[in-house]
């Protein structure tokens, strides 16, 4: 008899009970579909956030490379600082040597200066 009522009921509310059917299956699903877009979501902050470490890891590296590069050139330029003294220091001697020799054969040998002189700067020494 139960039976009985519980098929009639149905064969009479048959259009609301596919009705709430149909609800709960849309409400299920659009739980469904927000439940993977959280998720996707979630993997997008997440891969965000990641992209995010290894750009300021490179950036890091970067600044490092810079630095290390900077040192490297101040203690090139430390080099050729020195290199440049120590030719100015040579340049100084030769020139006191050079002047100390003509000064010699000023004293000493004036006709070799003149032909030194002429050679030197191809002029012809008029006395």
């Known amino acids: 008899m139960i039976k009985g009522k519980i098929i009639n009921f149905v ?7 596919l009705l709430v ?8 699903k659009n739980r469904h579909d927000y439940l993977s877009m959280q998720k996707a979501y979630q993997t997008q902050v997440d891969s ?12 890091k590296q970067q600044i490092e490379e810079q ?7 101040l203690e090139s330029l ?3 600082e020195e290199d440049y003294e120590d030719a100015l220091q040579m ?9 100390g020799k003509y000064r010699n054969k000023f ?3 004036r006709e070799q200066l003149i032909k030194d002189i002429e050679d030197t700067f191809g002029i012809q020494y008029v006395p």
């Open 11 to 17: 064969l009479k509310n048959w259009k609301s009970i």
């Open 21 to 28: 059917v149909f609800f709960i299956m849309i409400a299920a």
């Open 48 to 59: 965000h956030k990641a992209q995010i470490d290894g750009l300021k890891e490179i950036h």
């Open 67 to 73: 630095r290390l590069l900077a040192e490297s050139h």
């Open 78 to 80: 430390a080099v050729i």
């Open 91 to 99: 340049i100084e001697e030769l020139r006191e040597d050079k002047k």
């Open 107 to 109: 004293n000493s040998d």
